[in-house]
């Protein structure tokens, strides 16, 4: 028996070679940070969630305002444990809660509303089969609760993740491989965007270095060779490989590169020119182990245009009641402030190059544009766009309410009247389109918008190419939750403004 009961003795493996990776000390790091975040998020949606169905069922139970009447607790809490479980069913199925999707803004708030609109659809044919009222007023009133407390928390737990990365922290570490001028690239793109997931801590470029690497002010180490990737990693720290080139005379290079990877790294991402293509407008199809990616071509009709319309029509209609309002003390001070009209009607042009009277409160001297010609010479704008940051021709409350983006509040008549819309792209003057060349032409492929993604990320501050950029890419890329997103931006913005002169 003790022979039986005695430890086996670990024996060597027959064959070199056939033991698995184990993960290093960095990837170990990696992976319990993100059951962390699945954690968080998780308790964050399930407390969110119980707070809301809840109070919900006590509001409205039909017994809760007797207090000489006991509500008996299964009527109370069954609906909303149904509703509970469902929800939490499908935020999971529809993987809200992955690594990739965390803090990437419309992907994760579109997965939370698709898991919503999963988990109401069940939830709504049951209640057709069932007579259960509690569970009809769950679907009527704890829903759409809900769905807005589900969306401002994983705004805030965004929040908080992009300040931890901007110290550095919760950020993938990450190391570039290609040759230079791709590494190069890869790096200007990362300057400009506003996504800090990726801290890049080495470049292990082919050939010559070159001049050296640097980002967001910080020098990019240059590693001395590609060979030793998994090593460089490890020591590095790195949990990620971003693979800007591959050797095309190498077909098995990537397979053998992710192969040398196990147990270092979580993540190889090969980066592709397909730039300014949106993640919605890509998907991954394996088709008997022949890697496809596919990009959905642009639409600019049909149903998702109709939805984009009746949002401008409902965002307009009640935004018009707060002008409304806000109209009688703007119109006083513009009378007071200088001689002339109330409102400015300038020519703009619109979808498919057809012009229209886009309104705006007046915020220059009447004889303004008799004195353009003389202030050509101090133009500041970008490319054909005349801007002056001190522009004389603006009035004291022209200047304050052009700082506030208060004198575009008249264009929402134009987004209801179907000329514009809330969110698009920049409406220009038709001197300015005569310019355009094919790919700025494509601005005129929507409406032009009161706000837009350049309005959220520096306005006049931009450079003419990268407002050509910025436009081409929304009219490419939209998306109903990117415009309420960028609604949100604009609100902030007004309040702190920036890039508005």
Same mark, same amino acid.
């Given at each position: 028996?003790?022979?039986i009961?005695?430890?086996?003795a ?5 064959l070199?070679?056939? =033991? ?6 960095t990837?170990a ?16 949606d ?10 919900v069922?006590l509001?409205?139970?039909? =017994?809760g ?7 008996p607790? !299964?009527a109370v809490?069954?609906a909303p444990?149904?509703v509970l ?8 199925a529809?993987?809200?809660r992955?690594?990739a999707?965390?803090?990437a ?9 698709h ?10 044919a049951?209640a057709l089969v069932?007579?259960?009222p ?5 679907l ?18 965004r929040?908080w ?5 901007r110290?550095g922290?919760?950020a993938?570490?990450?190391?570039l491989v ?6 190069a ?8 965007t ?8 080495g470049?292990?470029?082919?050939g010559?270095?070159g ?14 060779a590609?060979?030793a990737?998994?090593?460089?990693a490890?020591r ?13 005379a ?10 040398e990877l ?5 993540e ?7 730039t ?7 998907s991954f199809r394996?088709?008997?182990?022949? /890697?496809?990616? =596919?990009?959905?071509? *642009? ?5 998702? !245009? ?5 949002l401008?029509?409902?965002?307009a ?9 806000l109209a009688?003390?703007?119109?006083i001070a ?5 001689p002339g /009209?109330?409102l ?12 229209f009277g ?5 915020t ?7 004195q353009?010609?003389?202030?050509q ?6 490319g *054909?766009?005349?801007?002056?940051? !001190?522009?004389p ?10 700082? !506030?983006?208060?004198?575009?509040l ?6 209801l009247?179907?000329d ?5 792209p ?15 032409m ?5 409406k /032009?918008g009161?706000?837009g993604?350049?309005q959220?990320s520096?306005?006049?501050?931009l ?5 050509v950029r910025?436009?081409?890419r ?9 415009d ?8 902030r913005?007004v309040?702190? *403004?920036?890039?508005?002169?």
């Amino acid at each position: 028996m003790a022979a039986i009961a005695a430890p086996i003795a670990a024996t060597p493996p027959l064959l070199a070679g056939a =033991q698995s990776p184990k993960a290093t000390a960095t990837l170990a790091r990696r992976r319990q940070q993100d059951r962390r975040s699945r954690l968080r998020l998780a308790a964050t949606d399930a407390t969110l969630l119980a707070t809301t169905t809840v109070v919900v069922a006590l509001v409205t139970s039909p =017994q809760g305002a007797s207090a000489l009447t006991p509500v008996p607790l !299964h009527a109370v809490l069954g609906a909303p444990a149904l509703v509970l479980l469902a929800w939490l069913v499908a935020l999971a199925a529809i993987r809200s809660r992955d690594a990739a999707t965390l803090g990437a803004g419309a992907t994760e708030y579109r997965r939370v509303v698709h898991a919503t609109g999963l988990a109401f659809a069940l939830l709504a044919a049951l209640a057709l089969v069932v007579d259960w009222p509690e569970l009809r007023l769950q679907l009527l009133v704890a829903l759409p609760i809900g769905t807005l407390a589900l969306l401002i928390g994983r705004w805030q737990w965004r929040r908080w993740l992009v300040a931890r990365r901007r110290e550095g922290e919760w950020a993938s570490r990450t190391i570039l491989v290609g040759d230079r001028d791709e590494v190069a690239y890869v790096l200007e793109r990362l300057e400009r965007t506003a996504d800090l997931n990726y801290h890049v801590v080495g470049a292990a470029i082919s050939g010559d270095a070159g001049e050296p690497l640097a980002l967001r002010g910080r020098p990019v180490p240059v590693l001395s060779a590609q060979s030793a990737l998994a090593a460089n990693a490890e020591r590095l720290g790195a949990d990620t490989v971003i693979l800007a080139a591959k050797p095309d005379a190498d077909p098995a290079y990537l397979t053998r590169l992710s192969r040398e990877l196990e147990g270092t790294c979580a993540e190889l991402v090969l980066f592709s020119r397909l730039t300014d293509v949106a993640g919605p407008r890509i998907s991954f199809r394996p088709v008997d182990g022949l /890697p496809l990616i =596919q990009v959905r071509i *642009p639409t600019f009709d049909g149903g998702e !245009h109709a939805l984009k319309r009746a949002l401008d029509v409902v965002v307009a209609s009640f935004a018009l009641l707060a002008v409304g309002v806000l109209a009688v003390p703007i119109a006083i001070a513009i009378k007071l402030d200088s001689p002339g /009209p109330i409102l400015f009607r300038q020519q703009r042009v619109g979808r498919d190059g057809r012009t229209f009277g886009m309104l705006k409160f007046r915020t220059m001297r009447v004889d303004a544009e008799q004195q353009l010609a003389a202030l050509q010479a101090l133009n500041e704008g970008a490319g *054909p766009l005349f801007k002056l940051k !001190h522009d004389p021709r603006i009035t004291r409350v022209g200047a304050f309410l052009r700082k !506030h983006s208060l004198d575009e509040l008249p264009q929402f008549w134009n987004a209801l009247k179907g000329d514009m819309s809330v969110v698009g792209p920049r409406p220009p003057l038709p001197g300015e389109a005569t310019t355009y060349d094919g790919v700025a032409m494509r601005r005129l492929y929507l409406k /032009p918008g009161i706000t837009g993604l350049w309005q959220i990320s520096g306005r006049s501050d931009l450079s003419w190419d990268e407002s050509v950029r910025l436009d081409v890419r929304y009219v490419e890329n939209w998306s109903v939750m990117q415009d309420l997103m960028i609604i949100v931006k604009t609100a902030r913005i007004v309040v702190r *403004p920036a890039g508005a002169y």
